[in-house]
């Protein structure tokens, strides 16, 4: 599978060096139309790619990387539905290069936009950046 800007979650690196609390979502969303189904039956994948290392002042800030759908292009709203997350992660996970693959089950996607949504907790990040993408096979976008 070849990556291009269908696929992506963010025109540019989500920067994700805010306040705790803050709820960032990424620029840019994904229109399946009426198929509901952005694999064709086939297994789908949320590769999120670590462009700048995250970082906070004590060290024990934490990120939440979701996927959502919705009905209508306003992801940011309140119906919005998750449908997979990571835990939290701690920033001292997540240094430069560092790629999380978190598989989409089938049937989960029920409206016509997907979106990302990243959740900072316990304290403010100070750095980091993040590219996030959907993918049949998350490694062969990654020289893997």
């Known amino acids: 599978m070849f990556m291009d800007a269908q696929n992506l ?10 306040t705790n609390g803050s709820i960032v979502y990424g620029d840019q969303t994904i ?10 039956g086939r297994p789908m994948y949320m590769v ?10 004590s060290s024990t800030g934490t990120v939440v990387f979701a996927l959502v759908d919705e009905a209508d292009v306003d992801i940011c709203d309140s119906g919005s539905i998750e449908i997979v997350q990571t835990d939290p992660l701690v920033v001292t996970r997540l240094p430069l290069g560092k ?22 907790g316990t304290e403010d ?10 993918a049949l096979d998350p490694l062969s976008n990654l020289g893997a």
């Open 9 to 18: 979650f963010t025109a540019t690196a989500m920067d994700l060096s805010t």
């Open 31 to 40: 229109n399946l139309g009426s198929t509901k189904d952005p694999g064709g």
């Open 48 to 57: 999120i790619v670590i462009d700048e290392a995250f970082a906070s002042a």
């Open 99 to 120: 790629v999380i693959v978190i598989p989409i089950p089938a049937g989960l996607i029920t409206q016509q936009y997907l979106g990302v949504r990243a959740t900072i």
């Open 125 to 134: 990040t100070t750095a980091g950046t993040a590219t996030i993408f959907l």
